[in-house]
């Protein structure tokens, strides 16, 4: 029997208490413990978070491993607090088939950082022609229940409907990325005063807004879950809102590059902040992190997509889009939203753990700190400061766009299923 005692811990932000985690679960909660048998981990001052979950990686593998690799990602992951990921479909061959989502399992129990669940493409290729082999990806073993061409939309209203409706057999979510490929094409930015100065071809907000709609409507009519990815203007929240009021079976994510980041950093024309979608306005980060607070977004994804130097260290308009983000996500996410006081470390495990693992359908995460629970946490330090330097972080991706800044926050130790992927030995106390 192995055993662990985290003393002190401030879980969800509340008062100082003791958490013993016995073979991968929590054994019990609560203040003085006994230490007796267990190793100690000193957690005074500390945060305690259920294990984080993100709906929304980029892993590469397969294809793309002088990008990132599973081991490099979910290293990644594990430092940034996450215990599983969600790895998007773009890969080469792209996660079409229950063959590549079964590799992308297979890695990521290998690996051991984060539970690792593959996200299988809506269509073949991510082409948007004809519907991949969903029911085939859900019986799988990695029983994929979350299907999305991000990267791509899917802009057939004929193909999103019979992929919402195939995948209410198996209580699966189809996540959109909200892109209308006509209004957009050749686009490098987000539309308004900055792309018109720089002279940068435009990307609308209504271009995301169009296709929100669309399938808000279209879930409503067929009665099956939508997920619209790295929602990132106003309008697209006050849609949300409406739907969700209407009853529609809607769920919502924001990147924390879209709570902090505005276009205004594009007049230094470096690439590292190119992404799709793009950065906007004050207003708009404004009303996402409104809408975060107020549940109409569900949740934080980081849409961690790092990128080989060679495809960001060039002139714009030729730069791949994407932005790291697995390692700054809980700190962005303390400075836009914590420290502001617009969400509580209660609503942070609510929007970074439990409300990501339940639209995933991912059972054994975001569960709560109680008796009984997968011992999946993180110990976050929040009044530690430090700045962000690309080079010393485990994904092999340098594109942050957080580098330089100073950030509040610091993982200190996540554990996954009682055994940890990061642990700050200054921690450790004493050992049975
Ligand atoms: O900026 C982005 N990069 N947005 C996406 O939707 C895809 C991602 C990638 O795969 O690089």
């Given at each position: ?16 208490t ?85 590799q ?20 073949v ?5 004809q ?39 198996f ?9 209308e ?153 303390q ?39 997968a ?21 092999s ?36």
């Open positions: 029997m192995s055993s662990t005692l985290v003393t002190g811990a401030r879980v969800l932000g509340g008062e100082p003791d958490l013993l985690l016995t073979d991968g679960r929590i054994a019990a909660v609560g203040p003085g413990l006994s230490a007796e048998g267990a190793e100690v981990v000193d957690a005074t001052g500390l945060v305690a978070l259920p294990g984080l979950v993100d709906l929304h990686t980029h892993l590469r593998e397969p294809g793309r491993e002088d990008a990132e690799t599973v081991e490099t990602g979910t290293q990644a992951a594990a430092r940034g607090g996450f215990t599983a990921v969600f790895a998007m479909a773009n890969t080469f061959p792209v996660a079409d088939t229950a063959g590549v989502v079964e992308v399992k297979r890695l990521g129990d290998e690996a051991g950082w984060a539970e690792v669940r593959p996200v299988g493409a809506v269509t290729g991510l082409a948007g022609r519907l991949a082999e969903l029911g085939a990806m859900a019986d799988s073993a990695a029983g994929v229940r979350v299907f999305s061409d991000d990267g791509h939309c899917v802009s057939d209203a004929v193909l999103m409907r019979r992929a919402l409706e195939y995948v209410k057999a209580d699966g979510v189809i996540a959109q990325h909200a892109q490929p006509r209004l957009t094409e050749d686009a490098q930015m987000n539309e308004g005063t900055v792309s018109a100065v720089l002279g940068l071809r435009g990307w609308p907000s209504v271009a995301e807004e169009a296709v929100i709609a669309r399938d808000v409507l279209l879930a409503d009519h067929v009665g099956s879950r939508l997920h619209v990815c790295h929602v990132s203007t106003a309008g697209s929240v006050e849609i949300l809102r409406w739907a969700k009021a209407r009853g529609v079976q809607v769920t919502a994510e924001v990147t924390p590059h879209h709570l902090l980041l505005t276009d205004e950093l594009a007049r230094s024309y470096d690439p590292v902040y190119k992404v799709n979608p793009p950065l906007r306005t004050q207003a708009d980060v404004e009303a996402v992190r409104e809408g975060l607070a107020d549940g109409t977004i569900d949740i934080v994804a980081t849409d961690h997509a790092p990128h080989p130097l060679e495809d960001k260290d060039c002139e714009w308009a030729a730069a791949a889009m994407g932005m790291t983000g697995l390692e700054t996500a809980l700190s962005v996410v400075h836009a939203m914590v420290d502001t006081g617009l969400l509580t470390w209660a609503q942070v495990a609510d929007r970074m753990s439990a409300a990501p693992a339940r639209i995933g359908r991912l059972a054994g995460q975001g569960e709560p700190l109680a008796p009984g629970s011992a999946n946490l993180v110990l976050v330090d929040p009044a530690a400061r430090w700045t962000v330097d690309p080079a010393q972080m485990a994904t991706g340098r594109n942050s766009p957080f580098r330089g800044m100073d950030l509040p926050g610091r993982v200190v130790a996540t554990v996954l299923r009682g055994r940890p992927t990061v642990l700050d030995s200054h921690l450790v106390r004493s050992t049975p």
